[in-house]
Every structure is written in structure tokens, then in C-alpha cells.
């Protein structure tokens, strides 16, 4: 029965939800459109929750039904009521269609095909090989170089294939271990630690932060190379405390190890041009402000080289990870239909936040975030929790003086990608479960304590950027 319950349990309180009568909400003001938002809503939850069916495949269950349900070219039948006050708002199908091609979309892509090329022409593991050689042979000081590579690598590639990557220069690393040394635990734990948290560094380095850039747009617009002014930092002192926490946890009692990466830097001509697009990508990003292209603009570069020269081809094009771009398309969407709609704020005024100390509300939102994280996909929770997050910064005038709704959303951001106490948190964390050397025990004990100290360690951060002017 219990198998059955994750299919029930999303399908059966979206339809209830639709046929109660508008007095039964507890919001004044309740529109027909808005009714059919929350069925969707709690749909999405509940299946990003339960996961009936593939994450991905839900965020585009989501844009289809904002078509059929809230958009001007919906069925007939759900538009019956038009005009009537109690019928709300009507979305525009084009809007919400445009969320598979938003500039956010196209940033990932960009990095999707940064990254591809990348691993085709080995620039990854050369470069890894490369940087490695100046940490030697001591245990604990390897163990930093490769978390600091790995960290390095996830700002700019997907998470999950640099933790791949990096376990498979490992393994025969870990087998120099005996089945009792604590450093094969340490090891095998600090790649995707180190993935997880280098992911914050950059737009691009992980989902919830491009989800975050949908919302910090007007004054609360972030360039690329500002967000790496204080999201680095963030991950170098997160990154430091890390080290420390696995090497007093899971100290290698071996006093030495060798790292034999094998490998040559090729110097074929598409191999430079990779090596060319993509440090002139990277410099571009940093370098906003100088030469007048925005991050979304700047993405666009790579894709154009890569495909005119072929380092990309058609069949490189079907392994890019087409369901990270539809999971988040899907929670844009569904941001566009909270905010257009005026379901957000509708929520966030009928609850008084402003009663409640602007501390008290960031430290809830960041704790509720973090947990959440832990359980499911970070990106299906920062799409959940983004457009009201929006919505309650925007609304708060108490959080004012502390940055506003920048201080929010990015707060609850960084607590997104800090879920990591479990092997289901992240792909990182089951790649590294998944190799036997960690167990969920082990792997908590750090999670926990990176995730709680992160979370603090983030107030700090905005507060400081609240004091010399960077928000507020």
C-alpha cells in the first residue's frame, strides 16, 4: 500500500484542493486563477516531495498545466468566468512558454557546454593533475588540494560529473588505504563536500544560484564577477572549515600517499581553442562591468565556438543534461505564475511577518530551506521556496536595514546548496555513498555541521555586505 501512496498522495489533494469553494481559503481575496495555482503548487511540491515520477518530467507536468489551467490559451472551458472579479488574472501562454528559453537557461547552457568540452579535450584532469603537484605527498595536504580543485571545477561544471571525476582519479588512491583507516572515509567524503559547497562560487556553479539570479533583477541586480566577490570567499572559508572538520573526524593514518594521474595537455587546434574560449569565457564573465555584455549574453560565446568548429557536435548535444534545464524552467515558471498572478504576495500579507523580528524570519526561512535541502533536490527547493521568498522580502519593510529582499533571497540560496547530511541530499553525496567507503552515519556527522555553521556563517556575510554597501 505504501508504494502506492506516493502516486495518491500528489494527485489526490491537488483535485481536492480545486473543488473546495473559494471561502474555504484562508486568504481574503482569493481568485479562481489563484485556486488553480496552489492545486498546481502542492502538485509540484508533493511530486518533488515523493518523486512519483522523475524530477524533471515534473516541472514540465508544471508549464503544461499553467498552459491549460492559467494561460490566455487555455481550454474554453476554464475560462468560462472570465471578466468576473472573483476570476483573476489570466497568465500570457508566451511567458510562460519563453521559461524553457530564459536568459537562465541559456547561462547554464553555456556552462553545460564549457564543461563538455572541458572533459572531451581532458583539460579537467590535466588541470588537476597540474594543481595537485605543489600539495605532495602528506595525507591531509593532498586531501586539501583535491578539495580545493574540486571546488575550483564545480564553479564552472556540474557537480555531480566533477564529483565523478574526481572519485575516478581516486580509486586506486583509496585502495592504498587499509579497510580500517579513517582516511578512507575522509577521502572518499571531502570530493563531495568540496563539489557541493564550490558550486555557491559562481551563477553557474549549481541551479539554486541561477534560480536566485531570476529574482535579483532592478536594484538587487548581481553581475557575474560580483557574485564571485562574496560568494568565494564564502566557499574558501566554508572550504577551510570542511578540511578541518574531515581531518579531525577521519585522520588518515598513513603518513604518505602518491597521486598518479596520468596525462598530457593535448595541443591539437580544437584542443586551443577550448583552452582560448574557455579562459576568454571566464574573463568575460569576471569583466561585466568593463565591456557592457551581461553573464546571459557572454554564455552564448562558447555555444557559438563549439558548434561552428564541431568541438561540439550533434552527438555531444545529446548528453547535455537537458533535465537540469527543464527542472529549472519549471520552477521558473512557476515563480512567473506566483508573482503574476498575486498568489505570493497574497500569502505573504496575510500572514503578519512584520510582527516577527527581521532575524527571526531570515533564521526560519534559511533553517526551513537547509532541512528541506536535506530531503529533496536543491534546485526543486529552491524553486519552491524562491517566489515566496521574493514576495516576503519585497513585503517585509523591517527587513530593510538589512539588505531587504537581496538579504533573503540570497541567505536562503546559500542554505540550499548546504543540504548535504544525507546520501539522497545531492548526486555528489550518492556517488560518494555508492563507492562503500562512506556510510550514511559518517556522512551526516560533517553534513550537519557544514550545513548549521554555513547557514550562521551566511548571515555574517550579508551582514558585512550590508555594512560596506554592497546590499541595503
Not at 533573503?408 to 563507492?435: C, E, K, W
Request: aromatic share 10%.
Amino acid at each position: 500500500m505504501r508504494q502506492y501512496l506516493k502516486y495518491l498522495i500528489p494527485l489526490v489533494i491537488p483535485c481536492l484542493i480545486l473543488v473546495l469553494p473559494l471561502s474555504a481559503f484562508p486568504f481574503e481575496g482569493i481568485t479562481i486563477i489563484q485556486q488553480r495555482l496552489i492545486a498546481v503548487f502542492l502538485l509540484a511540491a508533493l511530486c518533488w516531495v515523493f518523486e512519483p515520477i522523475p524530477i524533471y518530467a515534473t516541472s514540465v507536468v508544471i508549464i503544461v498545466l499553467e498552459l491549460l489551467l492559467l494561460s490566455n490559451k487555455s481550454l474554453i472551458f476554464f475560462r468560462l468566468s472570465e471578466g468576473q472579479s472573483h476570476f483573476g488574472t489570466l497568465l500570457k501562454y508566451n511567458e510562460i512558454m519563453a521559461t524553457f528559453a530564459s536568459p537562465i537557461i541559456m547561462l547554464f547552457l553555456g556552462g553545460f557546454f564549457l564543461a563538455m568540452a572541458a572533459t572531451k579535450y581532458r583539460l579537467d584532469v590535466n588541470l588537476a593533475r597540474v594543481l595537485l603537484k605543489p600539495f605532495g605527498s602528506n595525507p591531509k595536504f593532498v586531501m586539501l588540494g583535491l578539495m580545493l580543485i574540486t571546488g575550483v571545477f564545480s564553479m564552472f561544471m556540474s557537480n555531480t560529473a566533477t564529483t565523478a571525476m574526481m572519485l575516478s582519479i581516486l580509486t586506486p588512491v583509496l585502495a592504498l588505504f587499509g579497510p580500517k583507516d579513517p582516511g578512507r572515509v575522509g577521502f572518499a567524503l571531502c570530493i563531495p563536500v568540496a563539489a557541493n559547497i564550490g558550486g555557491i562560487g559562481t551563477p553557474i556553479g549549481t541551479p539554486p544560484n541561477a534560480i536566485a539570479l531570476k529574482y535579483l533583477v532592478g536594484d538587487f541586480h548581481i553581475t557575474f564577477g560580483e557574485w564571485m566577490g562574496f560568494g568565494v570567499p564564502f566557499v574558501v572559508i566554508m572550504m577551510a572549515l570542511a578540511w578541518f572538520l574531515i581531518n579531525y573526524l577521519y585522520k588518515a593514518d598513513q603518513q604518505r600517499m602518491e597521486l598518479n594521474i596520468k596525462g598530457k595537455f593535448l595541443k591539437t587546434p580544437k584542443a586551443i581553442t577550448v583552452y582560448i574560449t574557455f579562459g576568454l569565457t571566464i574573463a568575460l564573465w569576471l569583466m561585466g562591468s568593463i565591456h557592457g555584455m551581461n553573464s546571459y549574453t557572454v554564455a552564448m560565446i562558447p555555444v557559438a565556438i563549439f558548434s561552428l568548429t564541431g568541438i561540439i557536435n550533434k552527438e555531444d548535444l545529446k548528453k547535455i543534461s537537458w533535465d537540469v534545464l527543464w527542472l529549472v524552467s519549471g520552477g521558473i515558471a512557476l515563480g512567473l505564475a506566483l508573482d503574476k498572478t498575486g498568489l505570493a504576495k497574497l500569502v505573504v500579507h496575510s500572514i503578519p511577518f512584520d510582527a516577527y523580528s527581521p532575524y527571526v524570519v531570515l533564521f526560519g526561512a534559511a533553517f526551513l530551506c537547509l532541512m528541506m535541502a536535506n530531503f529533496m533536490s536543491h534546485t526543486a527547493t529552491a524553486n519552491l521556496l524562491m517566489p515566496i521568498m521574493a514576495a516576503l522580502g519585497a513585503s517585509m519593510t523591517s527587513l530593510a536595514p538589512l539588505g531587504g529582499e537581496m538579504t533573503l533571497i540570497l541567505v536562503v540560496t546559500f542554505a540550499a546548496s548546504l543540504g548535504m547530511s544525507l546520501p539522497i541530499s545531492t548526486p555528489p553525496n550518492a556517488l560518494a555513498h555508492a563507492t562503500g567507503n562512506v556510510q550514511s552515519s559518517q556522512m551526516a556527522k560533517v553534513g550537519v555541521v557544514l550545513g548549521v555553521v554555513g547557514v550562521l556563517g551566511s548571515f555574517v556575510l550579508v551582514w558585512m555586505l550590508n555594512l560596506v554597501g554592497f546590499i541595503g
